[in-house]
C-alpha cells in the first residue's frame, strides 16, 4: 500500500519562499510519475505540477509557472515542491500525489493519479 506524506506547509509573507516534500513508500518510487495539486476553499482541486519519474520532465500550472519548480530524489523516494514568490493567492491545502500507473508521463488530471498524501496548508498573507 502506497504511503505519501507531505510536510513543509506553514505561514509566509506575500514574497516569500517554502519547500514542500513529499516522502512516498510502499511502491517502487523511481519508476512513477509525481504530482503536486492544490485546493482552495471552495474551490475544486487544481494542478500544480508534475514530474516524470527520471525527472527527466516537469510540467506546471499556469498560475505557478516561473515561481514554483518541481523536483525529485529517488534514492530519497521524496518529491519536492519549492515555491517562490508566494502570493495570497497561492492559499491552499497542497496535496502530493502518485500516478496510477508506473512510466505513464501523461499524469496531469486528478484522475490520473491513483494514490495520494493527506495535504499540507500553505497560508500566504498579503
Known amino acids: 500500500q502506497v504511503q505519501l506524506v507531505e510536510s513543509g506547509g506553514g505561514l509566509v509573507q506575500a514574497g516569500g519562499s517554502l519547500r514542500l516534500s513529499c516522502a512516498a513508500s510502499?511502491?517502487?518510487?523511481?519508476?512513477?510519475?509525481m504530482g503536486w495539486f492544490r485546493q482552495a476553499p471552495e474551490k475544486g482541486r487544481e494542478f500544480v505540477a508534475a514530474?516524470?519519474?527520471?525527472?527527466?520532465?516537469?510540467y506546471y500550472g499556469d498560475s505557478v509557472t516561473g515561481r514554483f519548480t518541481i523536483s525529485r530524489d529517488n534514492a530519497k523516494n521524496t518529491v519536492y515542491l519549492q515555491m517562490n514568490s508566494l502570493k495570497p493567492e497561492d492559499t491552499a491545502v497542497y496535496y502530493c500525489?502518485?500516478?496510477?500507473?508506473?512510466?505513464?508521463?501523461?499524469?496531469?488530471?486528478?484522475?490520473?493519479?491513483?494514490?495520494w498524501g493527506q495535504g499540507t496548508q500553505v497560508t500566504v498573507s498579503s
Open positions: 500525489a502518485m500516478s496510477g500507473r508506473p512510466y505513464d508521463s501523461g499524469s496531469r488530471l486528478p484522475p490520473d493519479f491513483g494514490s
Open positions: 510502499g511502491r517502487t518510487f523511481s519508476t512513477y510519475t
Open positions: 514530474i516524470t519519474w527520471t525527472g527527466t520532465f516537469t
